[in-house]
């Protein structure tokens, strides 16, 4: 025998559905009636654009994380695939004293300052760029390790006993040689990334050096790409 609904119970879905904007499923579980049945009664009735509006914010929020992790999956295994190739390309490169050089010009000439009367100063914030500079630095020439020279920039944050003896390690240059560390203050309205060792300044006191590098890096790049002329400002 088919049960039969109160027009109260009626009168309510269609209230929930047309000004609440209930769906199906949350009409079903609070009055406990089939979809069939709340079929016939809310046929002639519409759900505010609004709640429909709701809903798709709702869902976007529910599958904009599955759709992160899926991207973020997808480039790791991109870059597991890329290192690999690239891993072969590495394995057959052979280096010497000339390439070496060439390279080390080209990071000084991205990366050092070029100011006349300043030696060899090489900044970066990646400890792996600057031991790969300093490494190569030593490989290339012959150098007194007593003019090596540490400047670190820290803010508020960096402990820096621990970033000091973290480069002094990496570099293997004694605390001794460093000098007196920059505090930068941080600024109210810009919002920057936290690292753990600062800007690394390696100083090389030796104008002689610095213009080595600066003009290997000349001259190579000329070799690469022709001479040009630069407007002067």
Known sequence: MRQKWSDVTKNRARFLREKEGYSYGQIIKELHVARSTLHLWLRNSQRPEKFKIKDRIAWLKTIQPLGAQANREKREQRIVKLTK???????????????????????????????RHDGMIFANTDPRLVLLFITMLRASYELDERKFRIRLHLHDYHNEKQVKAFWSTLLKIPESQFTKTYRKQRSKEKTFRKNFGGICFLKYNSIDLKDRLIQHAFSLGEKITGKITVPVA
């Open 85 to 115: 190739e690239i891993q072969k390309e590495i394995n057959l490169f052979q280096t010497n004293k000339s390439i070496n050089r060439a390279f080390l010009s080209l990071l000084y000439w991205a990366e050092g300052s070029k100011y």
